[in-house]
Each structure stands twice: as structure tokens, then as C-alpha cells.
């Protein structure tokens, strides 16, 4: 019988705190078994604010989540965004004595890797190989065994603010909660939205949320572009509050019910209601408009950020798109034309229980946190070199956080 473990991913978002508890199964498969979350308080732009404000979101979505699951939740895999946070890639490389390549030779080309440049203010968050290469051959995912005079290894680091991640930290711990490990949002999107062909293929995923748009890229198979930029779903809101004088909660209903990303197809005679009785309309193509342009401002800061990095090497074949903001009309249309590849359908994997979560891109990342906790469960089982993962973590920011 496949073995199970039990795992919890939590997500402070800007718009919700989310916390989904999941089992996953040896044979590759995940079962969610509860959900709870809560409307963000003590939140902007994806980053902590107000820390009795946020644990007390938490502490309400970590009782329904129990209550649902019926499962006492004592640790988490933890997300976390904002625009502090980047992504580098780095070449490493390391002399061999001539002996079989062996685990000890990745932890130090990898250390090697990691001897890059960043703010002082600044962690580690992720270190992603790319890829191996022995004596500057043909490149590798797994050298182990190999022989060699000399080791280098491409890896895509992923580095943020130490102080901003520790405000989360401290959050969740203040519940109390264990933190299992820390993963940049869009690291545990893509295990929702993406298998290993179309990684391999080349995607980029857009994880746009409501204070936030994290963005990974993968070209054949690796990590090669990571980042966050601070503007989502609420910034488009507050645009139509703005020029329309509404009241926010009206805006939003607005951008839900009537707006488009897409100009196209939109006639310029079109009416809808400003306020709910109807007794004052504005032309819709005003309220597409406005969120054309914002989305059109922020989809091509990431294009050309993704453009500017040389080490992309060919451009991916299709963009995935989560998170609640994902939903707008017109979105697809917008995005395939900024950037000149197709939008392409989330390629979601196993997973059972109310499907409503898994298949709502909202939920993407706190349901990726499961499978990516499943993942590194299943190194640690076969001894791999993800096997620490609190060491790993304790190293990163330390013990006082």
C-alpha cells in the first residue's frame, strides 16, 4: 500500500490568508481534505503590515481548516511574495580529484553557485539547478557517478528582503505554528499549473493575485527567470474607483461583471450601470479601458524584464496563468498579444477532493504548497539532496527570526 503523509500549505495573500491541508500518496496522487481562509487584513502588495491584523486572519483560517480536515495542524509550508523579491542565474564550477562525482561534490559546487552578489539585506530564498555539465560537456540533470577533471552547475537563485520574509516568519510563528519551509509563490503555483512536458517544452507561468503578479519561466525543463512585481487585481480596482468616483467594493463588481482586458469586440455605444439601481450608466469600453491599461502596463514591464535576461536562451512556447485576478475577461486575448506566444491551459495533476479548490486558479498556490512539500517528502525518503529541509531553512535566515 502507497505510503501517505499529511501535509499543510498556508498562503498570506493581499486579497485572502489560505490554508489547505492535503494528503498525498506515494503513488503520486493528493487528496485535499480541508480548506480554510479568511479576507486579508494587515496585508498590502502581498507583504505584512499589520502583524495582530494577520495572525488574527490566520488564526481564523487555521480553525476551519482543522475543523474541515479534521487534522490538528501544527506546521506549514509557508508562501511568500512581494516585489523585493528577484531571481539571478549563476554558473559554479568546482575541480574533481578524478573520482566518481558523489553528493558532496553538488552541496560544494552548488555553495559555489550561491557565492553571487546580493543586497546585504538580502536571503536566499530558493536555489534551483538548471543543469550540470562534466569537463564542459553535453549538459546534465544528474552527474552522479560520473567521472571528471572538473564540475560547474547552472542554478537560478531566488533572493528577497530578509526583514519583509521574517515579518511573515514571525507571523505564523506567533499563532503558534511551525514553519516546515518557505517558498516563493510561484515555485508552488507551477506544481499546480504545470507537469513536467510543458516545462520542458518552455512556459512561463503568471501567478496574478490581488496586490501582486509573481511570474517563473522554464526553458527546456529549468528555471531560468523568476520574479514579482507589485501590482495586481486591487490596483486595477482602485484604477475604476478612481476615474468613476465609485466606492471600491462597487468598482470591483464593476471590473467582475462587465470589464475585459480585450478592447476588441466592444461596442462604443455599450451601457452599463454605475450604481446598482441603474440610475447612472457609463459606457463599458471606458471600464475595459482602464483595465487595459493597467494590465497592459504591467504585462509588458515583465516581457521586457524576460526579454532583458540573456540567459533565457529561446523563449518559451506557453503562458500559464493562475491567481484570482487570471479570471478577467479578455485576459487570454491581452496576453498572447503582448507576449507573442499562446495562452495555454493549467495542466493540473492528480488531485482529488472538493474541485472546486483545485480547479479555481486562485487556489494554486496553497494547494502547489502540497504537492511541492510531496516532492521534497520524496527526496528526503530516497536520501536525496533535498533531504534537510529545516536545516536548509535555519541557514537561510537563521535561528532569531
Not at 482543522?66 to 487534522?71: A, C, I, K, L, N
Not at 511551525?178 to 520542458?200: C, G, H, T
Not at 471600464?287 to 540573456?310: H, V
Not at 486558479?361 to 502540497?370: E, M, N, R, W
Request: hydrophobic letters at 40%; charged letters at 20%; proline letters at 3%.
Amino acid at each position: 500500500m502507497a505510503r501517505s503523509d499529511i501535509f499543510a500549505g498556508l498562503e498570506i495573500g493581499t486579497s485572502k490568508v489560505c490554508l489547505v491541508v492535503g494528503e498525498t500518496r506515494g503513488d503520486g496522487s493528493l487528496r485535499v481534505l480541508g480548506v480554510g481562509q479568511h479576507p486579508s487584513s494587515g496585508v498590502r502588495k502581498g507583504e505584512v503590515v499589520d502583524t495582530d491584523a494577520v495572525q488574527a486572519c490566520i488564526h481564523d483560517a487555521l480553525e476551519r481548516a482543522e475543523e474541515r480536515s479534521d487534522v490538528e495542524i501544527n506546521a506549514v509550508f509557508l508562501s511568500v511574495t512581494g516585489a523585493h523579491i528577484e531571481g539571478l542565474n549563476n554558473r559554479g564550477a568546482i575541480r574533481l580529484d578524478g573520482g566518481s562525482i558523489n553528493e558532496a561534490d553538488l552541496d560544494e559546487v552548488k555553495k559555489k553557485c550561491r557565492d553571487v552578489k546580493i543586497p546585504a539585506d538580502n536571503g536566499f530564498v530558493h536555489s534551483i539547478i538548471q543543469h550540470y555539465y562534466v569537463d564542459s560537456r553535453e549538459r546534465m540533470i544528474n552527474p552522479l557517478g560520473r567521472s571528471g577533471q572538473k564540475l560547474e552547475a547552472d542554478y537560478h537563485i531566488i533572493h528577497g528582503i530578509k526583514s519583509r520574509i521574517q515579518n511573515s516568519i514571525k507571523c505564523v510563528r506567533g499563532v503558534p505554528l511551525e514553519i516546515e519551509d518557505i517558498v516563493f509563490a510561484p515555485v508552488a503555483s507551477a506544481q499546480m499549473a504545470l507537469d513536467q512536458e510543458a516545462k520542458n517544452r518552455g512556459a512561463l507561468l503568471l501567478d496574478i493575485g490581488g496586490g501582486t503578479t509573481d511570474y517563473i519561466c522554464f526553458v527546456d525543463g529549468a528555471v531560468v527567470a523568476s520574479g514579482s512585481v507589485g501590482v495586481g487585481g486591487d490596483h486595477i480596482t482602485n484604477d475604476i474607483a478612481l476615474v468613476l468616483k465609485v466606492p471600491l467594493a462597487r468598482a470591483e463588481k464593476l471590473k467582475v461583471t462587465y470589464g475585459s482586458a480585450w478592447l476588441e469586440g466592444i461596442g462604443p455605444d455599450e451601457k452599463v450601470p454605475i450604481a446598482g439601481d441603474g440610475s447612472e450608466t457609463v459606457e463599458r469600453i471606458l471600464i475595459c479601458q482602464i483595465i487595459n491599461a493597467r494590465l497592459t502596463e504591467l504585462l509588458t514591464l515583465i516581457n521586457n524584464s524576460l526579454a532583458f535576461d540573456s540567459g533565457l536562451g529561446q523563449r518559451p512556447s506557453g503562458v500559464y496563468l493562475t491567481g484570482g485576478s487570471s479570471l478577467l475577461t479578455g485576459l487570454d486575448s491581452l496576453v498572447t498579444d503582448i507576449f507573442g506566444i499562446p495562452v495555454c491551459k493549467n495542466q493540473t495533476p492528480t488531485v482529488t477532493g472538493p474541485s472546486a479548490l483545485f480547479e479555481n486558479p486562485q487556489y494554486a498556490t496553497p494547494v502547489g504548497l502540497i504537492r511541492y512539500a510531496q516532492l521534497l517528502s520524496s527526496h528526503r525518503s530516497r536520501g536525496g539532496t533535498f533531504a534537510k529541509i529545516g536545516q536548509k531553512f535555519e541557514k537561510i535566515f537563521g535561528a532569531n527570526r
